[in-house]
């Protein structure tokens, strides 16, 4: 599909940018499979680069894939994180977390030296928004945070898998979705969400270093 095409343009596109001896963060969701499944070609080519998952899915997928990986623990700094969006902006801010991965993404994304991020061209919204911000929680306060969320008006609901039961993270967390359409000012928006037993948001701002978007046959690239 045109989507497709667009999202592999946009992987392709990053991975181009790997070298020899490179720490590469490795992103969630489909996009970032693409990049995944693209550095795993370009292993078998002989490219010399280590990767850190950001999910059990992405790490399950390189390990299939031969990629040699580490840790935070062995690289606490990584050279270049490669990660999707489910929203950006012109100013580079975005809104991650619809595949539930948002911790590990952002403490990845946030320990490396560079962080492109790749997307199909359904992903730009100006002003930011369109898609429900993804907030991490502690099962212990999930009630109280969920009060005081609807305190704030922003709509908050508790993730569920398809079966209806609550959706568990890989650090065993709740995901709460904040469903507010056009988010006008990011940043107050993050302030808001400093509230006991949040753990993170999926408000990435300031950590983006570019975003490359496939757009037809091309990509599109926005930086700061
Ligand atoms: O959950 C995430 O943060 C993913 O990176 C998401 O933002 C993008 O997923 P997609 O590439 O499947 O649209």
Do not use: W
């Amino acid at each position: 599909s045109e989507l497709a095409s667009e999202k592999l343009l946009a992987a392709q596109a990053a991975v181009k940018q790997l070298a020899d001896g490179m720490i590469v963060g490795l992103g969630s969701g489909s996009t970032s499979a693409l990049a995944i499944r693209e550095i795993g070609a370009a292993v078998e080519q002989g490219l010399d680069i280590i990767g850190i998952p950001t999910s059990v899915a992405s790490e399950e997928l390189a390990r299939e894939l031969g990629i040699p990986l580490t840790t935070l623990d062995e690289y606490p700094v990584l050279d270049t994180t490669i990660d999707g969006a489910d929203r950006f902006n012109d100013q580079l801010e975005l809104i991650k977390g619809g595949g539930g991965a948002l911790l590990r993404e952002k403490i990845v994304a946030a320990a490396s030296k560079r962080f492109v991020v790749i997307a199909d061209s359904t992903k730009h919204a100006n002003p930011l928004g369109g898609f429900p911000i993804p907030v991490e929680v502690i099962p212990f306060g999930v009630q109280t945070v969920l009060h005081r969320l609807e305190e704030l008006k922003l709509n908050p609901v508790v993730r569920q898998t398809d079966a209806g039961a609550p959706y568990i993270t890989d650090e065993n967390n709740l995901i709460v979705d904040l469903r507010v359409d056009t988010v006008a000012d990011p940043k107050q928006l993050a302030e808001q969400l400093v509230i006991p037993g949040v753990v993170e948001h999926g408000l990435f701002i300031g950590l983006a270093d570019e975003v490359l978007m496939g757009v037809g046959g091309d990509v599109q690239r926005f930086v700061k």
